[in-house]
């Protein structure tokens, strides 16, 4: 039997992980008039109203973007993880117009993206799956790093390591279901290890 050639992943949250959090879901919420998940909210409408949540989901996407700060760290650690030959991808539940503003504005290179666009989304474990896929990587030896609930779930059920990033908040009730909570960046890099 030989011996596998998988590779370990880091796949990141965007919005809240590799950058500040700037989104005001409540603001959104609101404007489209709508409560809990917004995408999923928003797929329960009917299409002339999806449509029009849609324009105002990506309008505040976009204001985001344009506004967005990334956490201390993020270009750095994205770039130590990728010279010591982890492939490093994006998975958010944002629009892919978004993601590549602030890609471009940071100057950010990342090896695979995974956008609502895409299908599936978090927290399933499909989109997670699609990259390890994409990469070349085995999900077990790879890492969901995330910020919230779902990231921990889409990782948990694709059989990754999960690492919950909370910057200065208060530790989430959910921080069990994830292997590792950082604060910052910096300390993933500790956690990963080498390949």
Known sequence: MGISTSRSAVIFDLDGTLTVPCLDFDAIRTE???????????????PDQRERAQRILLRHEREAARQARLQNGAVEVVNTLRNKGYPVAILTRNARATVDLVLDKFNLVVDAI??????????????VLSICGELGADPKDSWMVGDHRMDMLSGRAAGTRTVLMISDQAVPEYADQADHVIRRLSELLSIVGSP
């Open 32 to 46: 489209i008039g709508i409560s809990g998940p917004i995408l999923e909210a928003i797929a329960d409408l009917d």
């Open 114 to 127: 995974r956008t609502r666009e895409d299908g599936a989304i978090k927290p399933s474990a499909e989109p």
